[in-house]
């Protein structure tokens, strides 16, 4: 498992470095964030939905019938939509209102 971080969109606000529990992120030189040890993420996905430009994307490898499709989240007030760029082209949306997510 890993993540994809878009270097264009970053805007080297530190947020996901601050919330990897494994510390796997980190801010280069040009404040850009990569992913030092990208074999060690187990995808909490707590990078991504704290990223404020939604540069990063979980990547859905073969092993999780993925085929190389990538998740992303984007925020709308207590919603939070899951967005799946399938490996077909498809794009996939789920919504989760925060508010209710102990109900899942
Ligand atoms: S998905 Fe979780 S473990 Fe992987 S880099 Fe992001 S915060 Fe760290
Ligand atoms: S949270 Fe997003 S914008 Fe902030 S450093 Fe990480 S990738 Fe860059």
């Known amino acids: 498992m890993s993540i994809l971080i878009d270097r264009t969109k970053c805007v080297g606000c530190g947020k996901c470095h601050d919330v990897c529990p494994g510390t796997l992120i980190k801010i280069d ?10 074999k060690d993420c187990w995808g909490c996905t707590s ?25 992303h989240t984007e925020k709308d007030g207590d919603i939070i939509r899951w967005i799946t760029e399938r490996f077909d082209g498809e794009t996939v949306e789920i919504k989760i209102n925060q508010k209710e997510s102990n109900k899942y």
């Open 29 to 38: 030189a040009d404040k850009k964030a990569y992913i030092k040890y990208p």
């Open 47 to 71: 990078c991504i939905k704290e990223c404020p430009v939604y540069a990063i994307k979980f990547y859905l490898g073969a092993d999780m019938g993925g085929r190389g499709s990538l998740v």
